[in-house]
């Protein structure tokens, strides 16, 4: 399926691997050219790397952190006038209410809701002007299901999900189209981190925490990347431009709910 958007040109932030990667390898097969960005500039190069010489399309990296004013200044510097954002950055620590004091809540909000936010105030009066953008947010299927150890994540993105719930809205007349993307469990350094915790709480293998995972999900299995990578290609497509400040939640049917 041509997507329409070959020979534009993407932002897809904390793409050298994990989700980020999957969204970038998926825009570039759909012929979008890419600014890469994340913090460790060896695994990105390489990543942008194999991402170019697969796809044949142009890849440039920004190795800088965009929760600074100066990571954001030199990704924007690399490309001012995106047609597409992908905003996405790893969650905060775990943990209980009380181990959170003002420094953890500043970096957590910082990092998962003013970051995206700031982002996109910087490119969407260019895409106004041109009449034509897409910008898909990575936040967490704890958004409309709390992850009770996940409160600082719960909070920032459920933050960023009321301003897009707003702004989308404001945008869209103009060609602009912002959406959520709301992941579950998938196959990342993250969720490993999380089976290696189970199998040290509970005593078990790594593989037995799989195990278990797995069958609590209605496919009985994680998420992949690729898959992931698809669904925010469409949202980047040519046919998302009536699909307005939506939460798509991509978790396996994990959200027990009759509506989503």
């Not at 897809?12 to 460790?40: H, P, Q, W």
């Not at 898909?136 to 299901?145: E, R």
């Not at 103009?174 to 709301?182: K, M």
């Not at 040290?200 to 995972?213: F, N, P, Q």
Request: aromatic content about 6%; charged content about 20%; overall charge negative.
């Amino acid at each position: 399926m041509d997507l329409g958007i070959r020979g534009k040109r993407a932002i897809v932030c904390a793409s050298s691997k994990g989700l980020g990667r999957g969204v970038a390898e998926k825009l570039a097969e759909a012929g979008v050219d890419l600014t890469l960005n994340a913090r460790t500039e060896a695994v990105l190069r390489e990543t942008a790397k194999e991402i170019a010489d697969t796809y044949d399309v142009k890849v440039q990296i920004v190795a800088a952190d965009v929760t600074t004013e100066d990571g954001r200044k030199e990704l924007l510097a690399a490309e001012p006038q995106p047609d597409i954002l992908v905003n996405n950055a790893g969650g905060p620590p775990a943990g209980l209410w009380s181990d959170w004091h003002e420094e953890e809540w500043l970096k957590a909000v910082n990092a998962n809701m003013l970051t995206p936010i700031y982002l996109m105030n910087a490119i969407l009066p260019g895409m106004i002007e041109r009449k034509w953008g897409r910008v898909v947010n990575i936040t967490s299927g704890s958004v409309k299901s709390p992850i009770a150890q996940l409160g600082l994540s719960n909070a920032a993105r459920s933050g960023l999900t009321g301003f897009v719930a707003g702004t989308a809205r404001q945008v869209a007349r103009h060609g602009v189209i912002i959406n959520n993307l709301l992941p579950g469990s998938h196959e990342t350094d993250r969720i490993k981190g999380f089976l290696e915790k189970t199998s040290e709480t509970k005593g078990i293998s790594i593989d037995e925490a799989r195990a278990e995972a797995h069958a609590a999900n209605p496919t009985g299995r994680f998420g992949t990347k690729e898959e992931f990578g698809a669904a925010a290609a469409f949202l980047c497509s040519q046919y998302a431009g009536f699909i307005v400040g939506q939460n798509l939640l991509l978790d396996g049917g994990a959200f027990n709910s009759t509506l989503g």
